[in-house]
């Protein structure tokens, strides 16, 4: 296990492919195959293209270094090698909805900020649709993209990123952190991986197999997400590429994940957009 160094950059030991298929896949589980590479452009990328090759359900990459990674709005995640965890996952539920797929990423939010508190100790929330917090600093960030009849689900976490490592704050945009800034108890990536997949897994079964598929009650994701999350109950602004969605106050989420806000024109669902949360 690694111990994070405050006065300069911690090691930074690579990730071992083979000891991370011999914990991580077993007999009857959800993950079936798990890549490792020192380099790419991004992770989801490349999942995509593998799923329209046919790539099955389970199917993980895992990037020691990502050149041209992608978040939402078009945000690059860029970090220096082995500093972060970089992890795609390819899935395939098919028994789900449509309209219920929204919960993905919601999903992998809640399996990475539950991984992160168990392993390092930083109380990570969520802030929807897509990031982990501390306090007001940004954490992680998740993008879920649809294929056909797949979807790939990425995480990029800063781990042992520093102050002069990390990407220097846009406007509108929240300052970046990592898991040694904020004094975690292990910066070890590949316990943060392990946990981060044993909980998606989890998640993932309970939504797809709950009755009816896909529903965020009977799976317990919906009082899961809202556990950890530092957006419903606050005063926020939405805002899409074209200015202003709506504002007002964050009250739930609504079956197919969409955030529930109460505002001067009543109760509306916003299905995407870049939230701001207001003091």
Excluded at 29 to 43: E, F, K, M, Q, Y
Excluded at 218 to 228: F, V
């Amino acid at each position: 296990m690694s111990t994070p160094n405050h006065g300069q950059i911690p090691a930074r030991p690579p990730l071992d492919e083979a000891a991370l298929r011999a914990a991580i896949i077993r007999p009857g589980g959800l993950w079936r195959d798990i890549t490792v590479v020192a380099s790419t452009g991004s992770t989801n990328t490349d999942l995509v293209a593998r799923a329209a090759e046919a790539a099955p359900e389970g199917t993980v990459l895992v990037a020691e270094e990502q050149r041209q990674g992608r978040g939402r709005m078009g945000r690059r995640w860029v970090s220096p090698p082995r500093s972060a965890l970089m992890v795609s996952v390819l899935l395939r539920p098919a028994e789900v909805a449509p309209g219920r797929r929204g919960w993905v990423p919601l999903l992998a939010g809640v399996a990475a900020a539950t991984a992160v508190r168990r392993v390092s100790g930083v109380p990570a929330t969520l802030k929807w649709p897509n990031d982990l917090l501390v306090g007001d600093r940004k954490l992680a960030g998740i993008l879920a993209e649809q294929s056909g009849d797949a979807i790939v689900a990425g995480i990029g976490l800063n781990v042992s990123t520093t102050r002069d490592e990390l990407p220097a704050a846009t406007s509108g945009a929240l300052p970046a952190t990592s898991l040694g800034l904020e004094h975690a108890g292990s910066l070890d990536r590949a316990a943060l991986l392990a946990a981060l997949l044993g909980e998606f897994e989890y998640w993932y079964q309970a939504w797809r197999r709950a009755d009816p598929p896909g529903d965020p009650e009977t799976s317990g994701l919906r009082r899961a997400y809202l556990d950890l999350s530092a957006t419903v109950g606050r005063a926020v602004r939405v805002e899409g590429p074209a200015g202003p969605v709506t504002a007002g106050r964050a009250t739930g989420l609504d079956p197919d994940g969409q955030l529930i806000v109460e505002g001067p024109h009543g109760r509306e669902a916003v299905s995407a957009g870049d939230v701001r949360h207001l003091r």
